[in-house]
């Protein structure tokens, strides 16, 4: 389909690019981003009056819950949440039901995802068998199945010596570990320690949870060389850390959830379990400290942390409650109105979602307009006043500690290799 985006204003982080242009799309690429061909005649046009034409959004934490809920064709609709929110491509972590550690169960995620024809799916291999910390994964058979790095997910390693292992097969072969920083004996409570943890009597988790794991962490990848995504970032002594790391030239990058980025551990409220989230919701000085490093390219990524909790997890008291929250289709408008309300701006606000996360994830051409590349493009009305409605969500997971907040921006429309795969 040809397809012409008309009067909107043209966002790439990557190029530079900031100005009023129209988009023509033909066979799947850019053909041309302003100065459209005399001979170019499109199928349908899009009027994008008042709205960012922006590089399709790529996420690197998205669990879609498939292999282990196909009956629920839970793969669908994460993939429809996905699209709605502009979101194009995104990174999936191995801990599903069968854990992603075998390449046949890889390659039927991938053929099941493209088959569906809707964003990009990129997934994360188990580093170790069954996400048990005792066996490495066949990571070269991985890769070729199609994963694009190795992870535990929310799975602490339980011996330092084996992550060695993992960090030195990894570096020899020139995979990325994808690790979440947390000891995993200190990491065992469900709220950020602190006063408030104690004034409602729930078991906490230190900020040494996250600090540990991180000196753990650049020891051994000094020694082996490896090259390390640290996921979602709570601390502020985290983010200094990472800071002197990447100071001292350390081949780590990090992420940080929209959830970590607006909140802080008062919006747990009177036991809130919409905001029962791992890593757990810290102090408002650990949120100025993460904004600050997400604006000065300390953390290189915003993620929604897409993690849809079925009702019955969720209505338990907060100790018992699964932790997560869907965030896929809020992740645009939580990124525009960060770059707002920090001062980082528009450009850096779009480049945390697009450019810096495409990067990371080593695929061409996404997260970036150019001229010939392919066509994965976010219309967004930056105006659209809306109220979250969890009700409303696209996600089987009904449940967002942004239920009820008013946010400003909402896509409409996605396209994702020139197909038209949402509007509104």
Same mark, same amino acid.
């Given at each position: 389909?040809?397809?012409?985006?008309?009067?909107?204003?043209?966002?790439?982080?990557?190029?530079?690019?900031?100005?009023?242009?129209?988009?023509?799309?033909?066979?799947?690429?850019?053909?041309?981003?302003?100065?459209?061909?005399?001979?170019?005649?499109?199928?349908?046009?899009?009027?994008?009056?008042?709205?960012?034409?922006?590089?399709?959004?790529?996420?690197?934490?998205?669990?879609?819950?498939?292999?282990?809920?196909?009956?629920?064709?839970?793969?669908?609709?994460?993939?429809?949440?996905?699209?709605?929110?502009?979101?194009?491509?995104?990174?999936?972590?191995?801990?599903?039901?069968?854990?992603?550690?075998?390449?046949?169960?890889?390659?039927?995620?991938?053929?099941?995802?493209?088959?569906?024809?809707?964003?990009?799916?990129?997934?994360?291999?188990?580093?170790?068998?069954?996400?048990?910390?005792?066996?490495?994964?066949?990571?070269?058979?991985?890769?070729?199945?199609?994963?694009?790095?190795?992870?535990?997910?929310?799975?602490?390693?339980?011996?330092?010596?084996?992550?060695?292992?993992?960090?030195?097969?990894?570096?020899?072969?020139?995979?990325?570990?994808?690790?979440?920083?947390?000891?995993?004996?200190?990491?065992?409570?469900?709220?950020?320690?602190?006063?408030?943890?104690?004034?409602?009597?729930?078991?906490?988790?230190?900020?040494?949870?996250?600090?540990?794991?991180?000196?753990?962490?650049?020891?051994?990848?000094?020694?082996?060389?490896?090259?390390?995504?640290?996921?979602?970032?709570?601390?502020?002594?985290?983010?200094?850390?990472? /800071? &002197?790391?990447?100071?001292?030239? %350390?081949?780590?990058?990090? $992420?940080?959830?929209?959830? =970590?980025?607006? #909140? +802080? *551990?008062?919006?747990?409220?009177?036991?809130?379990? /919409? &905001?029962?989230?791992?890593?757990? %919701?810290?102090?408002?000085? $650990?949120?100025?400290?993460? =904004?600050?490093? #997400? +604006? *000065?390219?300390?953390?290189?990524?915003?993620?929604?942390?897409?993690?849809?909790?079925?009702?019955?997890?969720?209505?338990?008291?907060?100790?018992?409650?699964?932790?997560?929250?869907?965030?896929?289709?809020?992740?645009?408008?939580?990124?525009?109105?960060?770059?707002?309300?920090?001062?980082?701006?528009?450009?850096?606000?779009?480049?945390?979602?697009?450019?810096?996360?495409?990067?990371?994830?080593?695929?061409?051409?996404?997260?970036?307009?150019?001229?010939?590349?392919?066509?994965?493009?976010?219309?967004?009305?930056?105006?659209?006043?809306?109220?979250?409605?969890?009700?409303?969500?696209?996600?089987?997971?009904?449940?967002?500690?942004?239920?009820?907040?008013?946010?400003?921006?909402?896509?409409?429309?996605?396209?994702?290799?020139?197909?038209?795969?949402?509007?509104?």
């Amino acid at each position: 389909m040809r397809i012409l985006i008309t009067n909107g204003r043209v966002v790439d982080p990557a190029s530079g690019l900031d100005r009023q242009a129209d988009v023509a799309v033909a066979d799947g690429k850019l053909l041309a981003i302003g100065g459209t061909p005399a001979d170019f005649n499109a199928d349908r046009t899009l009027d994008a009056t008042g709205c960012l034409v922006l590089p399709g959004l790529v996420d690197l934490a998205a669990r879609l819950r498939e292999p282990g809920y196909e009956h629920e064709r839970m793969l669908e609709s994460e993939m429809a949440a996905a699209v709605a929110g502009g979101v194009t491509s995104l990174v999936c972590p191995p801990d599903t039901d069968p854990v992603l550690d075998e390449p046949g169960l890889v390659e039927m995620l991938k053929f099941r995802a493209e088959k569906m024809q809707s964003a990009r799916l990129f997934p994360l291999g188990a580093l170790t068998r069954g996400l048990k910390g005792e066996v490495l994964t066949e990571m070269a058979e991985l890769t070729e199945a199609g994963c694009i790095g190795f992870s535990q997910a929310e799975v602490p390693m339980p011996s330092t010596q084996v992550l060695q292992r993992a960090l030195q097969y990894a570096s020899t072969f020139g995979y990325t570990a994808w690790l979440r920083p947390q000891d995993r004996d200190l990491g065992q409570g469900v709220a950020a320690s602190g006063p408030l943890a104690t004034r409602l009597g729930l078991s906490g988790v230190p900020v040494a949870a996250e600090t540990i794991a991180l000196f753990t962490i650049f020891e051994l990848v000094r020694s082996t060389g490896a090259r390390v995504h640290l996921c979602r970032l709570s601390s502020a002594a985290g983010v200094a850390l990472v /800071r &002197a790391a990447k100071a001292e030239g %350390l081949p780590v990058s990090c $992420d940080v959830s929209i959830n =970590s980025l607006h #909140l +802080a *551990d008062i919006d747990i409220g009177y036991f809130d379990s /919409r &905001a029962r989230l791992n890593p757990p %919701l810290r102090q408002q000085r $650990d949120r100025d400290a993460l =904004s600050a490093g #997400l +604006a *000065d390219g300390t953390i290189d990524a915003l993620v929604s942390d897409h993690t849809p909790v079925e009702a019955d997890a969720k209505t338990l008291p907060f100790a018992e409650s699964e932790p997560g929250a869907s965030g896929l289709e809020l992740l645009l408008p939580l990124a525009l109105q960060w770059g707002e309300q920090s001062g980082a701006g528009l450009m850096r606000a779009v480049e945390v979602v697009s450019a810096a996360p495409a990067r990371l994830v080593g695929v061409a051409g996404a997260g970036r307009l150019e001229q010939g590349g392919a066509a994965d493009v976010c219309v967004a009305d930056p105006a659209i006043e809306w109220q979250v409605r969890p009700e409303a969500l696209r996600s089987q997971g009904k449940h967002t500690p942004f239920g009820g907040y008013a946010l400003r921006g909402r896509t409409r429309h996605t396209l994702v290799g020139g197909r038209l795969v949402h509007t509104c």
